[in-house]
C-alpha cells in the first residue's frame, strides 16, 4: 500500500500553515502560553505565594490589594486562581503525557504483533471501555484515597484507552506501508521498524489525543473535587467552584466567577487549537 | 443472521468477564479489606470479624470471586452494607426518577442536536453555522459543575422559574423538579451532540451521490432530508445506542444538587459511605448493559447497511 512516509517537517508545516491562517487559533496559542507560563512562575515561586495567606476581610469585594477580592477565609482570590493553575497544568500534563505514553505503547505493540499480544490489549481496552468512564475514575480515586496521587493514577488508567485504540488503527494500516516494506528488505528487526519507522509516523495522533486527554483531565478534576477526591491542601479550580456553592446565597460571585472564567478561557483555547490541529492533520475535514 | 446474533453474544462474555475481574480486583483486592474500610478504623475487630462472616468476606479470595459470578448470574447481588435492604430492590427503587431525567434529555439532546446539524449543514460557512460551532465549543468549555450552580443559582433560585430542589414522585409534581434538571443537562448535551452530527453530515454532504444527486436537478431540502439525514441515520442510532446504557446510572451530579433520589444519587451515597455491594452490582451492571448496546448497535449496522452483511 502506498501510504507516505509522513516526516516531521511535513506534519509541522501543514500545522504552522493551519494556525498562521486562523487568527483565533493564533489566540487560543497564546492564552495557552501565557497560563504556561504563569504556572512555571507559580512553580518558581515567583507569584502567588500568598494563596494560602490571610489578607484581609473575608468576603471582600475586588479592591486595589485584592483585584478579586478574598475568599471565607480572607485569602485572596486571584492569588489562590493563579495557583490553581498550576495544579491544573500539573494534572493535565502528567495525566495527558503517562495516558498518551501508554496508550501508544500498548496500542503499538498491539497493532505490529498481532496473535495473543493483540487478543490481549484488545481485550484489555475494551474492558475498561465498558465500565463508565466517571464511575471508574470514582472507584480508583476513593480505593487509593483522595490526593494528588490518586488523581493522577485515575486518570491514567482510565484515559490511556482512547490514543491506545487509536493509535492500534493506526499502526495496522501502517505496517502494510512501502516504506516498512522497505524497512524489512534491509533486514531491521521488528523492535527497531515499529519504534523508529511506524510509531514517528503516529506522532499527530498522539499529538492530538494529548490535547484531549489535558482538558478532559482538568475538567474532571472539578468533578473529583466536587465529591472530595481531588486536591487536598491546596487551592484548584474545582475546590474553588465547590466551595463557592454556599456563598451565592449570600450574594458573592467572585471566587466561583473568577475560577470559572479561568477554567473556561483555558479550556477553551485548548478546544480550538484541538481541532485545528485536528484539522490540519486529517485533510479529510479541513473542507 | 441468528449466527451473527450469537457470535457477537460470544464475543461480548469475555468483556464481560473483564469487568467482573477488574471490579473484583478493585475493591476486593487493591482497596484491601472492604468491611474495615467501610466501618473505620475505630471499628472494633470482633465487630469487623463478625461483618466479614456475615458477608462472605473471610473466604479465600477465589471463592469471594466465584460468589461474585454467581451473584451476577442469578441476578441476586446480596445485601448492603449500609441498609441491609437486598441491592436488586434498592436500584429497581431508584432507577424510575433517573429514567425520568435521563429519557426526556436524550430525546431532547438528538432532536435538536440532528435539527441544529441539518440546519448548519446546509447553510455550511454561512453566519449560522458559524455561531454554532462558536457556541457549542464556548458550551463546552464551561464546567459542568458551573451549569448546575450557576442554573440552580440564578434560574431556580433568584428568578423563581423552577423547583430549588427536591423530587416527589406524582405524575402531576415530577415534571416542575425535573425541569431545570432536565434543561441542564439537554443544554450540555447539545453543545457536543449538534457538533458530531454536523461533522457527520459534513461528511455525507461530500460524498458522489450528493453530486449526482445535484447533477439530477433534485431541490436542495430534498437533498438535505432525503440524501443526507437518512443516511447520517446509522451514525445518529449508533450514538444514541452508546447513551443508553447512561440512561440507567443517571447523573451523579446533577441528581444530587437537585435531590433527585436517582442511582447517580444512590451511587454517590454508596461511594462516600463505602457500601460497595451496591458499587459493585451497578458498576457490573451497567457494562452489560454497555456490551449488550453495543451488540444492537453493531446488528443495527448490519441491519441497515448491506456492504458491512458482506464482509
Given amino acids: 500500500m502506498n501510504i507516505p512516509n509522513t516526516t516531521f517537517q511535513d506534519l509541522r508545516t501543514r500545522v504552522t500553515q493551519k494556525f498562521r491562517g486562523s487568527p483565533v487559533a493564533i489566540f487560543s496559542l497564546m492564552v495557552i502560553v501565557v497560563y504556561a507560563i504563569a504556572a512555571v512562575m507559580v512553580m518558581l515561586g515567583l507569584v502567588a505565594n500568598d494563596f494560602d495567606a490571610r489578607v484581609g476581610e473575608k468576603f471582600m469585594s475586588p479592591n486595589a490589594t485584592s483585584w478579586l477580592g478574598t475568599d471565607r477565609l480572607g485569602r485572596d482570590i486571584l492569588s489562590r486562581i493563579v495557583y490553581a493553575n498550576k495544579i491544573a497544568f500539573i494534572v493535565g500534563l502528567v495525566t495527558a503525557t503517562l495516558s498518551v505514553l501508554l496508550g501508544t505503547l500498548l496500542g503499538a505493540l498491539s497493532g505490529f504483533f498481532g496473535g495473543w499480544v493483540d487478543a490481549f490489549i484488545v481485550w484489555l481496552y475494551s474492558t475498561v471501555e465498558s465500565i463508565p468512564y466517571l464511575l471508574l475514575l470514582i472507584a480508583i480515586s476513593y480505593i487509593l484515597g483522595a490526593g494528588l496521587s ?3 493514577l485515575a486518570f491514567v488508567l482510565t484515559f490511556w484507552v482512547g490514543p491506545c485504540r487509536i493509535i492500534r488503527g493506526e499502526v495496522l494500516k501502517l505496517k502494510e506501508a512501502e516504506f516498512v516494506i522497505a524497512a524489512r528488505a534491509m533486514g531491521y528487526g521488528p523492535m527497531r521498524i515499529l519504534f523508529r519507522h511506524i510509531v514517528p509516523n503516529t506522532l499527530h495522533l498522539a499529538l492530538v489525543n494529548f490535547t484531549l486527554i489535558f482538558v478532559a483531565a482538568i475538567k474532571s478534576e472539578v468533578i473529583l473535587s466536587y465529591l472530595g477526591l481531588g486536591v487536598q491542601g491546596e487551592p484548584s479550580w474545582g475546590t474553588m467552584i465547590d466551595q463557592a456553592r454556599a456563598e451565592l446565597v449570600n450574594g ?26 485536528q484539522q490540519a492533520l486529517d485533510p479529510r475535514q479541513t473542507r | 443472521m441468528i449466527q451473527i446474533i450469537l457470535k457477537r453474544i460470544l464475543q461480548g462474555v469475555p468483556t464481560v468477564f473483564g469487568v467482573t475481574l ?10 484491601g479489606d472492604p468491611v474495615s474500610l467501610y466501618l473505620g478504623k475505630s471499628a472494633n475487630p470482633k465487630e469487623i470479624e463478625l461483618m466479614k462472616k456475615e458477608y462472605g468476606l473471610d473466604q479465600p479470595l477465589v471463592s469471594q470471586y466465584t460468589d461474585f459470578l454467581e451473584e451476577i448470574v442469578t441476578f441476586d447481588f446480596g445485601k448492603s ?4 435492604d437486598p441491592v436488586a430492590d434498592m436500584l429497581i427503587d431508584r432507577i424510575g426518577p433517573s429514567l425520568s431525567l435521563t429519557i426526556p434529555s436524550l430525546i431532547l439532546i438528538t432532536m435538536i442536536g440532528v435539527g441544529l446539524a441539518l440546519i448548519s449543514t446546509y447553510y455550511r460557512g454561512r453566519l449560522f453555522d458559524r455561531m454554532l460551532i462558536f457556541t457549542a465549543v464556548t458550551g463546552m468549555s464551561i464546567s459542568f459543575l458551573v451549569y448546575i450552580v450557576v442554573g440552580q443559582y440564578f434560574l431556580a433560585f433568584e428568578f423563581g422559574l423552577f423547583e430549588i430542589y427536591g423530587y416527589r414522585d406524582s405524575d402531576e409534581s415530577r415534571w416542575s423538579y425535573l425541569a431545570l434538571p432536565i434543561l441542564i443537562m439537554t443544554t450540555v448535551g447539545v453543545g457536543y451532540d449538534s457538533r458530531y452530527y454536523r461533522a457527520v453530515m459534513l461528511e455525507e454532504r461530500q460524498a458522489a451521490y450528493i453530486l449526482t444527486a445535484h447533477a439530477k436537478g433534485l431541490s436542495d431540502h430534498r437533498i438535505m432530508l432525503r440524501h443526507i439525514l437518512s443516511n447520517a441515520l446509522i451514525p445518529i442510532i449508533s450514538r444514541v445506542m452508546i447513551s443508553v446504557p447512561f440512561l440507567v446510572t ?5 441528581e444530587s444538587f437537585f435531590g433527585i433520589p436517582g442511582t447517580g444519587s444512590l451511587l454517590l451515597e454508596s461511594l462516600m459511605s463505602g457500601d460497595l455491594p451496591v458499587i459493585k452490582a451497578f458498576t457490573v451492571l451497567v457494562s452489560i448493559l454497555f456490551v449488550l448496546s453495543n451488540i444492537i448497535t453493531d446488528l443495527l449496522y448490519i441491519w441497515a447497511d448491506p456492504r458491512v452483511r458482506m464482509q
Avoid: E, H, K
Fill in chain 1, 252 to 277: 458573592f460571585f467572585w471566587q466561583i466567577g473568577g475560577a470559572t472564567v479561568a477554567m473556561f478561557l483555558l479550556v477553551l483555547a485548548f478546544n480550538i487549537a484541538t481541532d485545528t490541529l
Fill in chain 2, 81 to 84: 452494607f449500609r441498609t441491609r
Fill in chain 2, 250 to 254: 443517571g447523573s451523579l451530579l446533577l
Fill in chain 2, 22 to 31: 477488574i471490579t473484583f480486583l478493585l475493591f476486593n483486592v487493591a482497596g
Fill in chain 1, 150 to 152: 490518586g488523581v493522577y
